[in-house]
Every structure is written in structure tokens, then in C-alpha cells.
């Protein structure tokens, strides 16, 4: 399960190693300036991914990983069924979107608007 960590400078993601094996990524810092907001989205995992991008898996409900495209937005998508799926919105990122599989994913989320709006 991927981790997240709040910053002086913005959110640093740190991937296990199968997740970089799968998703084709490393470690991702994105700073405050592309962070937009973040939600905790437990139905976002039911939406259906349309176009896959080298290296993308993922059944619907189920998984998912990788880079998707649907109706035009990028999405970077990192979780397995039974978590809670946190969903960072970005603005002048090669990503509109990213969903990661985390930990309580509802009080990371208010700390990251908390900490845009300080």
C-alpha cells in the first residue's frame, strides 16, 4: 500500500515495490502549487477506466494501476479493493487526477486542504 506524507512543500508518495513495478513509477513529491484538493472517493473505484496507457492493469472494482485516460482527464491510479481510496486533484501536472490506496484516507484528506489553505 502506497504512503503519503505531508510536507513543508507539499505531498511526497512512496510506493512499495510492486506498486513501482507495476505502475511503471517511483516516488512522486508533487508540491502545493499543483495540488488542488484532495477527497476520500470510496465510489471511485466502481467508475470504469476507459483507455489504458503502456503498462496500465486494472478490473474494475477490483484494481487498478497505472495511467488511465477517460473523458480527457489523465488519471494515476494506485489501489486493490478493501481500501480506502484517496483522490489528489491536480492542476499543470502531466496527471488531472490521482487515486491511491491508503490508510485513512478521509483525515488525510483534511489535512491536505487544511495544509493549502495555510
Known sequence: ??????????????????????????????????????????????DTLVFRTRGAIGVPGIFSMGTFAKNGDRVFTCWRRGQNVLVLELQDMKWNRIALGIDSAKSLAKDINASLTA
Open 1 to 46: 500500500m502506497a504512503s503519503l506524507e505531508i510536507t513543508k512543500t507539499g505531498v511526497k508518495i512512496t510506493f512499495t515495490w510492486w506498486e513501482k513495478l507495476l505502475t511503471y513509477k517511483g516516488d512522486t513529491e508533487i508540491h502545493t502549487k499543483n495540488l488542488r484538493g484532495a477527497t476520500a472517493d470510496p465510489t471511485f473505484m466502481n
